[in-house]
Each structure stands twice: as C-alpha cells, then as structure tokens.
C-alpha cells in the first residue's frame, strides 16, 4: 500500500483580498494547496513556522509595511534555497535582480497561465504530487479571474 503525497503547497503573499482568494479557490481546485499573507511581516512569519513545507511562493513585489516582497523571497530562498520564486508585479520593469530559478510575471496574469508555470517549476524542481503534464484546463478569463 502507498502512502499518499501530500499536496504541493503555495505560500502567496498579496495585498489585494479579491486576488488572494481567488487564488485560493483556483489552487484548490487544481490540488494545490496554500497558505496566504496579505503583507511581507506575515508572510516571513509563516516562513518561519513553515517554510519546510512550503513548495513554492508567489509573492506580489510591493507590499504594504516595511516587508517587501524582494525581502521575504530572500528569507524564502535562505531556507529552500533550490525552489523558484514567481513575483508578480504591475510594474513593466524591475529594479531588483530576481532569484535564480524565478520569474516575474506581469499583473494582470491568467490564472491558466499561472498554474502551467507552477507545472513546469515542479517537473525541473521535482516537487511531489505535481505532474509536469498534468491539463490546467481552459485560460480564465474576465475580470475576477484574471489576477
């Protein structure tokens, strides 16, 4: 008998609650799980309590508070020092090196999108319970789906 592999888990790091939980409700749905922060001071709290069980982040670059989201990837990377980063940004150009590994996408990004990337990063990052071929369906589309 096998023993169930857990699901990959999503730390997103976002301001905009309309956002955050749409993200969550997408995640779930395509078996990823999350945990969320709406601030960088929250988020690096959660870093440390569970950063071990944390698969990927997804952090917005401007944060409200002192915390951007530059700074908690740094802590990210400090304690999973091979999984990638995916900042999301308005912004068209960046000041700020990403991590190795990393991508930025630009808001606004289709969800669709989104989880193809989080695929491709688990089959180059082998990270348990996500195929590299798995369908995300269709591209989300409107205004609430689109991030």
């Known amino acids: 008998m096998s ?14 609650a309309m956002l955050l939980e749409l993200l969550v ?14 601030s960088g001071e929250a988020a690096l709290a959660l870093l440390r309590q569970h950063g071990e069980r944390i698969d990927w982040l997804l ?22 020092p091979h999984r990638p980063v995916i900042y999301a940004s308005t912004a068209a150009t960046l000041t700020h090196p990403a991590v190795p590994g990393s991508t930025v996408v630009t808001k606004p990004f289709a969800i669709a999108d989104l989880l193809r990337l989080m695929r491709m990063m688990a089959s180059e990052r082998d990270v348990p319970g996500v195929a590299a071929s798995a369908d995300v369906g269709g591209t989300v589309t409107g205004s609430q789906e689109s991030a």
Do not use: F
């Open 25 to 38: 409700i997408l995640c779930a749905q395509h078996g990823v799980a999350t945990m969320t922060a709406s």
């Open 3 to 16: 023993a169930k592999v857990p699901a990959p888990c999503l730390l997103i790091v976002e301001d905009s």
């Open 59 to 80: 952090t917005d670059i401007r944060l409200p508070g002192a915390v951007d989201g530059w700074a908690v990837a740094e802590v990210y990377r400090q304690i999973r």
